[in-house]
């Protein structure tokens, strides 16, 4: 069975919904949430109502937790005074308006999701908070991955879609135990994992407008990274007209980000 991954679906109907219509068009019945349903966009509990409409399997993201549990005050969560303050406004805003019930929802989500050897989570498996960029150190991609128990992980958290394989690694060890003279070497073969990033549904920040999500395709173990077009105006009209911080529809419509990505994105933040 085929496996349709989304995530950071970030209060945005009009893409949440295209991207649901173009996974209902190939026939993928499976589909998992990687979290981010609220946040920044104007249509929270519209699009929480969808998910849970939907019945889609559904791990929590850094926002969903925010708006539980308060806002990380962590220095690294914005790199900016003014970025901190719009994202201040937009937790506010986003608190306001969300029902009980649908925050009751976002509470009760779990923070990964399994299915066998595959590992579904938002940021990382050690925090919905961590980055896993596509660049970041071989050896700290790996262990977030071998770690976890998994052979592939699906991650969101970056807004940037992409595929990585991670092979031909080793662990060597020279132990010397009392009465040898000389250090014993012992070789530890690494197999093959993969990371995999879906991207953004809500908020594409790739250097495409289009919203993103990924394809496992089972039988053959490959991943399909997808792009899908939607109405940007009627998100960025909902983001003016319901008050919140205008550079929201600005980087919506030119598909990248605007001074919101954290100095140490390796950083895992703690309360």
Known sequence: MNTAVISCLHANLAA?????????????????????????????????????????????????????????????????????????????????????ENKAFLASLPMTVRRERLLFVHGSPNSQHEYLLPDMDAFAALERVESSGADTLFCGHTHMPYVRELSGGSIQVKVKQAGEETASERKLELPMRRIVNAGSVGEPRHGSTEATYVIHHED???????????????????????????????????????AERADDASHVCER
């Open 16 to 100: 949440t919904e295209a991207v649901l219509a173009d996974i209902d068009r190939q026939g993928i019945e499976q589909i998992i949430c990687l979290g981010d349903l609220v946040g920044y966009g104007p249509q929270p509990n519209e699009v929480v109502e969808l998910i849970r409409q939907r019945q889609i399997t559904t791990c929590q993201g850094c926002w969903d937790e925010d708006i539980i549990d308060g806002l990380n005050s962590c220095e690294c969560s914005y790199p900016s005074q003014l970025a901190e303050r719009r994202g201040h406004r937009a937790h506010q805003w986003t608190d306001a308006q969300l029902s009980e």
């Open 220 to 258: 053959s173990d490959e991943i399909e990274i997808r792009e899908v077009a939607y109405d940007i105006e009627r998100t960025c009209r909902a983001i003016v007209d319901g008050g919140l911080p205008e550079v929201f529809a600005w980087r919506l419509s030119h598909g990248f980000e605007y």
